[in-house]
C-alpha cells in the first residue's frame, strides 16, 4: 500500500485519480494476502491455522477480509486447545497439570494462550 500511494502521489493528477478508484484496492488485497501468507508460515502454526490460511488463499476477497477480521484468531485458538488437550493426555502429566489444562481449555482464549505461556 505505501509503495502505491507513493507511487501516485509522485504521479500525474490521473495516477492520483487511477489509485483512488481503483489502486487502493488492488494494494490493500495484495498486502492481505501477504499477510494471510506470513500468518500461515512458521514452526509453531498449527494444523487449524494451516487450513483456515490455505482457504483464505484460495477464497473469495470477502473470505480474505473475513479471515483477517475473525478467522485467524478462531484458528489460533483452536490450535491452542489441541496443544493444551495434548499436554494434558501426556503420561507424564501431573493431576495438577490435568487440573490446570482443563481450566484452560473452558476459559476464555486469553486464558488458553496464558497457559501455554506460563501455567503449564
Known amino acids: 500500500m505505501k509503495e502505491a500511494v507513493n ?13 483512488l478508484e481503483k489502486g487502493q484496492y488492488d494494494a ?7 499477510r494471510i501468507a506470513q ?3 512458521g514452526k509453531d ?3 487449524t ?4 490460511v490455505n482457504k483464505a488463499l ?9 479471515f483477517l477480521e475473525k478467522g485467524q484468531y478462531d484458528a489460533r485458538d483452536m490450535d491452542n486447545k489441541i496443544r493444551i488437550t495434548q499436554i494434558m493426555s501426556a503420561k507424564d502429566a501431573s493431576p495438577a497439570l490435568r487440573k490446570a489444562a482443563r481450566k484452560a481449555i473452558e ?3 486469553e486464558d488458553r494462550v496464558r497457559f501455554l505461556e506460563t501455567g503449564q
Do not use: I, N
Not at 49 to 52: G, H, L, R
Not at 58 to 66: A, K, S
Open 49 to 52: 491455522m494451516k487450513e483456515a
Open 7 to 19: 507511487k501516485a502521489l509522485m504521479g500525474t493528477r490521473e495516477d492520483q485519480v487511477r489509485f
Open 107 to 109: 476459559g476464555t482464549p
Open 45 to 47: 502454526v498449527g494444523p
Open 39 to 41: 500468518l500461515g508460515s
Open 28 to 34: 490493500r488485497e495484495m498486502d492481505d494476502m501477504l
Open 58 to 66: 484460495m477464497g473469495t476477497r470477502e473470505d480474505q477480509v473475513r
